[in-house]
């Protein structure tokens, strides 16, 4: 009797589970989809500012004021990085080393911040495609042993779904983190030899 209400209870919880994991999936797709887009637009704009690096970081070189260092930051273009670094070092143009590294050290931070959001797709992705496969298989079963085909199939088409779903979002969030770390390790060197240019 004991393992029979034990055994509803958790049906039960595992059933209703159903369209919460749904709507994460939907949910997690679309930020994957956002976030690709604009993982797009800050490698186009990569490519195209940061030619002018090396220029701008002899000037700075040659210079001890804040501006020329803000103007050889915006060469490494519009990344959350530079950006983040650009803040930290916008408040006046005092370039003493404790604050260049504390800008530094904000950029690694954001950057952080940054990959770890992706960094939780890849695992919760799949997590979730596994939990979206495994909740309809039981009413499946149930549909099979009581002979309804159409329960059965509908249950099967959402448990692959999600499946599929899950995968595709764990899939790109990977590739989405991979070059981004990439990216962000190549931004941390630039303003590191950028940094050491200025003369202090």
């Known amino acids: 009797m004991i393992a029979d209400n034990l055994q509803r209870i958790i049906y039960t919880i595992a059933t209703s589970l159903l369209y919460p994991v749904m709507l994460l999936l939907v949910i997690a797709v679309l930020f994957v989809v956002f976030d690709a887009g604009r993982f797009t637009f800050e490698t186009v ?8 690096l090396d220029v701008e970081a002899l000037r700075a070189g040659m210079s001890v004021e804040g501006a020329s260092v803000m103007e050889a930051l915006t060469a490494l273009g ?9 803040r930290s070092l916008a408040e006046g143009i005092d370039l003493a080393r404790s604050r260049l590294l504390k800008a530094l050290s904000d950029g690694e ?25 495994l909740i309809p298989i039981s009413p499946a079963l149930v549909g099979l042993a009581q002979g309804d085909v159409l329960t059965l199939s509908n249950n099967l088409v959402i448990a692959f779904s999600t499946t599929v779903v899950g995968l595709l979002v764990g899939a790109v ?4 983190t991979a070059v981004r770390e990439r990216h962000y390790r190549e931004d941390l060197a630039d303003i590191e030899y950028l940094f050491d240019r200025v003369v202090v």
């Open 45 to 52: 704009a990569r490519f195209r500012s940061r030619r002018r």
């Open 78 to 86: 519009p990344g959350p990085v530079p950006v983040r670094v650009r």
């Open 109 to 133: 931070n954001e950057a952080s911040k940054r990959l770890e959001r992706t960094r939780v797709l890849v695992r919760i992705g799949p997590l979730l495609g596994l939990m979206g496969t």
């Open 173 to 176: 969030s990977y590739v989405l």
